[in-house]
């Protein structure tokens, strides 16, 4: 693997580290296992000439790039995170690369990836693909990101002539459960603008996501012996079962495209006695959000009516907003990454992605933040690949982007 470029070996080699996150934790970060990795980014950094590097209580790693112009540059941040999906394991990646990639099915043991779940794929002929075994996810969400900003600073610490203002670093836990920025401290982080590289395909920027909330709904029964239960017992299961019945089937994630929101039942979990739902709410507008809620409130009343011996309580707390309401008062940071991606040779491509980013809650905490793409693809599965060429691209944009913040300063 050593006739492989920088970036692709340190993707290689993140991609051991097994930093699956959980939803069910309640420690931070979710999981030990991060540290390790972050433990090690934080020798890179410190390797790299970064002095200031440093991990703190919750995990963050971050670190200072210093300027290396006289006069004044707006301070952008560059923010990974190191956690990959509880879908699907990340423990024992099996990292296959595919040179010169011919066109034809990629078998992954008992899988295949092929054009028509995967059609970028056939933009990527006579390039170098990396996929997992089949086994486990790759990790390429995100730990191509990672190895792209780490191989942008050896880029700049080896050619001080490339001329950048006062970079800082951050790579998060936990951003795969909704908590990477839980802890996060903005003003302590020091950078005016930011961006995740947490992207997808080549060349695009995300400058929308979802707006989200979560919704929580308990079904509290009566529970007694079956055979004694006549004119007594009151099931929270069928109560439970009954609202998820009457969710809307034209409002579920796998009838909406676009900018199309959704209603989905993530969880459930009880007895007759008692049962817990949860749910997401998504929709790319904040009035939307109102009207899915008030669709719930309206089936909660229909399965009040139907178990009346039921008590039900539903609760809702906001979880995200579309990042673009902030970007639009910024619009030189997205601006900026235009005009990176098109000195790097690629057609830039602006996106309004049905998720969320670290990005969408870190603008509202007063750092406007859009997505970098990595080039990874089919995040969260077990068909997840990311093509060598594209994060070579990532590195190139990174590089031509802090020339960019320089040049529009002076």
Same mark, same amino acid.
């Given at each position: 693997?050593?006739?492989?470029?920088?970036?692709?070996?340190?993707?290689?080699?993140?991609?051991?580290?097994?930093?699956?996150?959980?939803?069910?934790?309640?420690?931070?970060?979710?999981?030990?296992?991060?540290?390790?990795?972050?433990?090690?980014?934080?020798?890179?950094?410190?390797?790299?000439?970064?002095?200031?590097?440093?991990?703190?209580?919750?995990?963050?790693?971050?670190?200072?790039?210093?300027?290396?112009?006289?006069?004044?540059?707006?301070?952008?941040?560059?923010?990974?995170?190191?956690?990959?999906?509880?879908?699907?394991?990340?423990?024992?990646?099996?990292?296959?690369?595919?040179?010169?990639?011919?066109?034809?099915?990629?078998?992954?043991?008992?899988?295949?990836?092929?054009?028509?779940?995967?059609?970028?794929?056939?933009?990527?002929?006579?390039?170098?693909?990396?996929?997992?075994?089949?086994?486990?996810?790759?990790?390429?969400?995100?730990?191509?990101?990672?190895?792209?900003?780490?191989?942008?600073?050896?880029?700049?610490?080896?050619?001080?002539?490339?001329?950048?203002?006062?970079?800082? +670093? #951050?790579?998060?836990?936990? %951003?795969?459960?909704? $908590?990477?920025?839980?802890?996060? &401290?903005?003003?302590? /982080?020091?950078? =005016?603008?930011?961006?995740?590289?947490?992207?997808?395909?080549?060349?695009?920027?995300?400058?929308?996501?979802?707006?989200?909330?979560?919704?929580?709904?308990?079904?509290?029964?009566?529970?007694?012996?079956?055979?004694?239960?006549?004119?007594?017992?009151?099931?929270?299961?069928?109560?439970?079962?009954?609202?998820?019945?009457?969710?809307?089937?034209?409002?579920?994630?796998?009838?909406?495209?676009?900018?199309?929101?959704?209603?989905?039942?993530?969880?459930?979990?009880?007895?007759?006695?008692?049962?817990?739902?949860?749910?997401?709410?998504?929709?790319?507008?904040?009035?939307?959000?109102?009207?899915?809620?008030?669709?719930?409130?309206?089936?909660?009343?229909?399965?009040?009516?139907?178990?009346?011996?039921?008590? +039900? #309580?539903?609760?809702?707390? %906001?979880?995200?907003? $579309?990042?673009?309401?902030?970007? &639009?008062?910024?619009? /030189?940071?997205? =601006?900026?990454?235009?005009?990176?991606?098109?000195?790097?040779?690629?057609?830039?491509?602006?996106?309004?992605?049905?998720?969320?980013?670290?990005?969408?809650?870190?603008?509202?905490?007063?750092?406007?933040?859009?997505?970098?793409?990595?080039?990874?693809?089919?995040?969260?599965?077990?068909?997840?690949?990311?093509?060598?060429?594209?994060?070579?691209?990532?590195?190139?944009?990174?590089?031509?982007?802090?020339?960019?913040?320089?040049?529009?300063?002076?």
């Amino acid at each position: 693997m050593t006739d492989l470029p920088a970036v692709a070996r340190r993707f290689l080699r993140y991609v051991q580290f097994d930093t699956q996150s959980s939803v069910d934790s309640h420690t931070y970060p979710s999981t030990a296992k991060q540290r390790a990795l972050l433990e090690s980014l934080l020798e890179e950094l410190v390797g790299l000439g970064l002095e200031d590097a440093r991990m703190d209580q919750y995990g963050y790693v971050t670190a200072t790039l210093p300027s290396n112009v006289r006069h004044k540059v707006h301070v952008v941040g560059l923010i990974a995170h190191v956690d990959t999906s509880p879908d699907v394991s990340g423990a024992g990646v099996n990292a296959l690369v595919h040179a010169d990639y011919d066109g034809k099915p990629i078998r992954l043991n008992d899988k295949v990836l092929t054009s028509e779940l995967a059609p970028r794929l056939q933009e990527h002929i006579g390039h170098t693909i990396i996929t997992g075994d089949g086994s486990t996810l790759l990790g390429a969400d995100d730990k191509s990101g990672i190895a792209e900003i780490m191989t942008c600073l050896e880029v700049l610490k080896a050619n001080p002539s490339i001329p950048h203002g006062e970079l800082k +670093i #951050a790579f998060t836990p936990d %951003e795969e459960v909704g $908590n990477g920025t839980k802890f996060f &401290d903005v003003r302590k /982080f020091g950078a =005016d603008y930011a961006y995740t590289v947490d992207g997808g395909p080549a060349g695009e920027i995300d400058n929308e996501t979802f707006s989200a909330n979560s919704a929580v709904v308990t079904f509290t029964g009566v529970n007694v012996h079956p055979g004694l239960a006549k004119d007594k017992l009151a099931s929270a299961i069928k109560a439970a079962a009954l609202f998820v019945d009457l969710l809307p089937h034209q409002m579920s994630p796998e009838e909406t495209d676009g900018k199309q929101g959704y209603l989905h039942p993530t969880s459930v979990a009880g007895s007759v006695e008692a049962v817990t739902l949860n749910l997401i709410l998504r929709d790319f507008e904040e009035s939307q959000l109102k009207a899915q809620q008030a669709v719930l409130e309206d089936i909660k009343k229909v399965v009040v009516l139907a178990f009346p011996k039921v008590q +039900i #309580a539903m609760s809702i707390e %906001e979880s995200y907003r $579309n990042l673009r309401s902030v970007l &639009d008062k910024y619009p /030189f940071v997205v =601006d900026n990454a235009v005009e990176a991606i098109r000195r790097c040779g690629l057609q830039p491509s602006l996106k309004a992605i049905r998720g969320g980013t670290d990005g969408s809650r870190l603008s509202y905490m007063g750092l406007p933040t859009p997505n970098l793409f990595t080039g990874g693809n089919l995040a969260h599965s077990y068909y997840e690949w990311v093509c060598i060429e594209d994060m070579e691209k990532a590195v190139q944009t990174l590089c031509h982007l802090v020339q960019i913040w320089v040049e529009k300063s002076q």
